[in-house]
């Protein structure tokens, strides 16, 4: 299902949702952790391989396999045309090094053979669904993937939903019970505006990392108690 069919079947649910309760979440949120202020994060074909290492471990874990790869190879274009086995070897840090190692090769020689390079700017003159299911067709990369590219490096107004911000957009009832992480990209875009996406992802994210943990949230500490439906019931 493409993100504009996924849009409209989830625009049901989210319509009833007040967009007056949206806006008090984004305050609340800004007076916890601080306005936000967008950096791109480097180039997309950079961000694309950074999200891919960060899967399933820390950030501290990626970014090292990440620096490690550009120091053995001293580019993305080579590792294009570095066997397997020693992007496997240099990502170690991240794990499922075996996975992600073929992985990469895979989507960057898949860029190339397509554009004859690794230059992904085009995508900043597509909407953001557009730009989307083009790089979700791209083998191994998935919604959550592709949003992050489009948003910290071309500054797109896209939504990624890891978990962290699933669980806490799901007990403020942002999103319902039932609606995966993949749908709830749609879901949140059409309930954020634009120019509100990046600081509320990112401060969703601290939010699921300090305050609402998936195990005994801290919901007598939480700024957005008040406001949540779910407080003290996980």
Same mark, same amino acid.
């Given at each position: ?22 806006? %008090? ?6 007076? =916890? ?58 990502? &170690? ?13 895979? =989507? ?11 230059? @992904?700017?085009?995508?900043?003159? =597509? ?23 489009? @948003?910290?490096?071309?500054? /797109?107004?896209? /939504? ?13 009832? @942002? ?7 993949? &749908? ?24 699921? %990392? ?25």
């Amino acid at each position: 299902m493409s993100d504009s069919q996924l849009e409209t079947s989830v625009s049901t649910r989210t319509s009833t949702v007040d967009p007056a309760f949206v806006q %008090r979440v984004a305050q609340a949120l800004d007076e =916890m952790y601080g306005p936000r202020t967008w950096q791109s994060r480097g180039r997309p074909v950079d961000v694309l391989v950074e999200t891919v290492l960060s899967q399933n471990t820390s950030d501290v874990n990626s970014a090292r396999a990440f620096r490690s790869l550009l120091d053995r190879f001293g580019s993305l274009e080579a590792v294009a045309d570095a066997p397997v086995e020693e992007i496997e070897q240099s990502i &170690a840090h991240a794990g499922l090094s075996r996975i992600k190692s073929a992985r990469i090769r895979r =989507m960057l020689r898949s860029l190339r053979e397509e554009h004859g390079d690794l230059d @992904l700017g085009f995508l900043s003159s =597509m909407s953001v669904s557009e730009a989307r299911d083009y790089l979700t067709a791209i083998d191994g990369v998935g919604p959550k993937t592709a949003s992050c590219v489009l @948003l910290f490096a071309l500054g /797109m107004p896209a /939504m990624p939903v890891d978990t962290h911000v699933h669980r806490v957009a799901r007990r403020l009832g @942002l999103v319902g019970p039932k609606v995966s992480a993949e &749908a709830a990209h749609a879901a949140l875009e059409t309930l954020v505006p634009d120019g509100q996406r990046y600081a509320f992802h990112v401060n969703l994210i601290d939010h699921g %990392r300090r305050v609402c943990h998936a195990r005994r949230p801290r919901c007598q500490s939480c700024g957005l108690a008040a406001l949540c439906p779910g407080a003290f019931s996980a």
